[in-house]
C-alpha cells in the first residue's frame, strides 16, 4: 500500500498555522514546515521523553491545525538524503525568521536536523 498523499487544501492549512499541535500523550504545540508535498517538524534538544520520545517510539501521532486533524505514521528522517536537510532547513527559516535568527538558528542546528520527522498521513 502506498503512502497517502496530504490533499492540497491540508497542506495550505499547514503552511498558513504558526504551530501545529502533535498529541503522542497529550497535545504539545510545535512548529511544522511543508517541503512540496512532504510536512516535517523538529525539536532543537532530542529528547527521549515528552512529544518526540514517545511520538518516535509509537511510530504515529495525532496532528492538527485549525481546519485540519489528521492521523499520521511518524518517519525518523533525521538530516535524510543530499539536500532534504536544506530544504527542510529553508523552509523553517522562510516560516519561522520574523522570530530571528538566534530563535530559527536552534532549529537548522545539526543536533534540530538531527531530529527531522516525515509525517504522513496514515
Known amino acids: 500500500m502506498g503512502e497517502i ?3 492540497a487544501e491540508q497542506l495550505r492549512a499547514l503552511d498558513e498555522a504558526d504551530e501545529l499541535e502533535i498529541a503522542g ?3 504539545t504545540p ?4 511543508r517541503v ?3 510536512v516535517f517538524v523538529r525539536t532543537w534538544h532530542r529528547r527521549d521523553t515528552g512529544w518526540f520520545g514517545h511520538v518516535l517510539r509509537e511510530g504515529r501521532a495525532t496532528v492538527r491545525v485549525p481546519g485540519v486533524e ?3 505514521t511518524v518517519e525518523d528522517v533525521g538530516v535524510g538524503p543530499a539536500g532534504l536537510r536544506d530544504s527542510v532547513d529553508a523552509a ?4 519561522y525568521g520574523r522570530y530571528g535568527e538566534g530563535t530559527v538558528a536552534r ?8 531530529t527531522t520527522l516525515r509525517l504522513s498521513l496514515s
Open 107 to 114: 532549529m537548522v542546528s545539526d543536533t534540530a536536523a538531527g
Open 5 to 7: 498523499v496530504w490533499p
Open 92 to 95: 523553517y527559516r522562510a516560516k
Open 30 to 33: 510545535i512548529w511544522v514546515v
Open 70 to 72: 489528521a492521523a499520521v
Open 36 to 38: 512540496e508535498d512532504q
Open 25 to 27: 500523550r497529550r497535545w
